[in-house]
T-cell receptor, first 115, second 116 residues
Framework: KAGVTQTPRYLIKTRGQQVTLSCSPI?????VSWYQQTPGQGLQFLFE???????NKGNFPGRFSGRQFSNSRSEMNVSTLELGDSALYLC??????????????FGPGTRLTVT | AQSVTQLDSQVPVFEEAPVELRCNYSSSVSVYLFWYVQYPNQGLQLLLK??????LVKGINGFEAEFNKSQTSFHLRKPSVHISDTAEYFC??????????????FGQGTELSVKP
């Protein structure tokens, strides 16, 4: 079974621009979560989607948004990029409805550099 | 609110020696606990998990961890490490609530460095 895939793997953007990152979950996984990883703040939860609805959200400004499609694929968008948005963005997927739903499986991440 | 503290930011150890990476958590509700490993320029790989049942859980690559509810700890151990175990290790917690699905709280990570 294929793992979680994220595209693109690397991105370089300029301050003020916006960016869209994509995540395809493991087949059969219907929950998708997003995390930001930086050297200073570590791994921080951004948001989680299930059944095309945002079910939980972390403490990030409204410039960070996401959505989920009917096939469970998810995208996250960051508008008006700031230098501090430079990070590794990780997507994770999980099953829903059993205790196994708490196990999250991560993709390789998208490395975003804002200049 | 939940929180996770990894007590060591860096752990150097010689090859074939035992290692323990320490993790403490704080939560007012029941939790599920995880250890993940991250190799350079890669995502996170699930090493092991505690969901219920036996407090001693075994994972991949010879790692194991023990859930201690009274000490609120979930320390990771390996009896004999290899050079290939060099990586960053993250302890994570989530709450046993369906409505809070998908939110893992991570510790700051422990960098394990295995020397020959």
């Amino acid at each position: 079974k294929a793992g979680v895939t994220q595209t693109p793997r690397y991105l370089i953007k300029t301050r003020g621009q916006q960016v869209t990152l994509s995540c395809s979950p493991i087949s059969g996984h219907r929950s998708v979560s997003w995390y930001q990883q930086t050297p200073g703040q570590g791994l921080q939860f951004l948001f989680e989607y299930f059944s095309e609805t945002q079910r939980n959200k972390g403490n990030f400004p409204g410039r960070f948004s996401g959505r989920q499609f009917s096939n469970s694929r998810s995208e996250m968008n960051v508008s008006t990029l700031e230098l501090g948005d430079s990070a590794l963005y990780l997507c994770a997927s999980s099953l829903v409805g059993t205790v196994s739903s708490y196990e999250q499986y991560f993709g390789p991440g998208t490395r975003l550099t804002v200049t | 609110a939940q929180s996770v503290t990894q007590l060591d930011s860096q752990v150097p150890v010689f090859e074939e020696a035992p290692v323990e990476l320490r993790c403490n958590y704080s939560s007012s509700v029941s939790v599920y606990l995880f250890w993940y490993v991250q190799y350079p320029n890669q995502g996170l790989q699930l090493l092991l998990k505690y969901l219920s049942g036996s407090t001693l859980v075994k994972g991949i690559n010879g790692f194991e961890a023990e859930f201690n509810k009274s000490q609120t700890s979930f320390h990771l151990r390996k009896p004999s490490v290899h050079i290939s175990d060099t990586a960053e290790y993250f302890c994570a917690v989530t709450t046993a609530s369906y409505n809070q699905g998908g939110k893992l709280i991570f510790g700051q990570g422990t960098e394990l460095s295995v020397k020959p």
